[in-house]
């Protein structure tokens, strides 16, 4: 039990489809991450929320959306994806944005775009 | 650029010490955090420096150098378990984590 719990933890979408992926924390956070994990390669991040709030979108395609309807819940909403999107999706909180204390991971969902 | 290197994969033997290192350049800093993520699981933290020396925790200790732009995670007596990706990270001065792309570390009986 790690506190952040994601949904579905594994999922197989066509080009086509829109789907969602859940993280929900219980851990009391305020800040919330997407990270998007690829073999070999270092986590990259997202999206940011700090108190609900949207702070950072480190470039990522319009073909996700992230969702934040309060600070324990995140959403992460797909839709026209490629086949190069397949990855692990990690959610993440920490106690806030702005803090050096350390994050705690969802188990991830483990996506595969055919 | 920001850039954390280590490893790519290591082999140790059951009962014995491995050393895995980490270099790191970033923008500012605000410490260094290394992971352990076993394969289809979540990363789970393992231990944080952020100032200069050695933190040991257990069977686990972590090492920073500031000046050198270097740490390392030190397992002794190696399990079975312990067979998994170690994650180093390090936090920017904009409080962003830089992460490493992780070390797997085979252990052998």
């Known amino acids: 039990e790690t506190g952040v719990t994601q949904t579905p933890r594994h999922l197989v979408m066509g080009m086509t489809n829109k789907k969602s992926l859940k993280c929900e924390q219980h851990l009391g956070h305020n800040a919330m991450y997407w990270y998007k994990q690829s073999a070999k390669k270092p986590l990259e991040l997202m999206f940011v929320y700090n108190f609900k709030e949207q702070t950072e979108n480190n470039s990522v395609p319009s073909r996700f959306s992230p969702e934040c309807p309060n600070s324990s819940h995140l959403f992460l909403h797909l839709h026209t994806l ?12 920490s106690r806030n944005r702005d803090s050096n204390t350390e994050a705690f991971f969802g188990q991830g969902t483990r996506l595969t775009v055919v | 650029g920001q850039n954390i290197d280590q490893p790519t994969e290591m082999t ?7 050393q895995i290192n980490c270099t790191y350049q970033t923008s500012g800093f605000n410490g260094l955090f290394w992971y352990q993520q076993h394969a289809g699981e979540a ?5 944080y420096n952020v100032l200069d020396g050695l933190e ?3 069977r686990f200790s972590s090492f920073l ?6 740490s390392y995670l030190l397992l002794k007596e190696l399990q079975m378990k312990d067979s998994a990706s170690y994650l180093c990270a390090c936090m920017d001065s904009n409080y962003q984590l830089i992460w490493g792309a992780g070390t797997k570390l085979i252990i052998k009986p």
């Open chain 1, 82 to 93: 490629q086949p190069e999107d397949s990855a692990l999706y990690l959610c993440a909180s």
């Open chain 2, 12 to 18: 140790a033997t059951e009962g014995a010490i491995v």
């Open chain 2, 43 to 47: 990363p789970t933290f393992l231990s």
């Open chain 2, 56 to 58: 040991e925790k257990g």
């Open chain 2, 65 to 70: 150098s500031r000046s050198k732009g270097y």
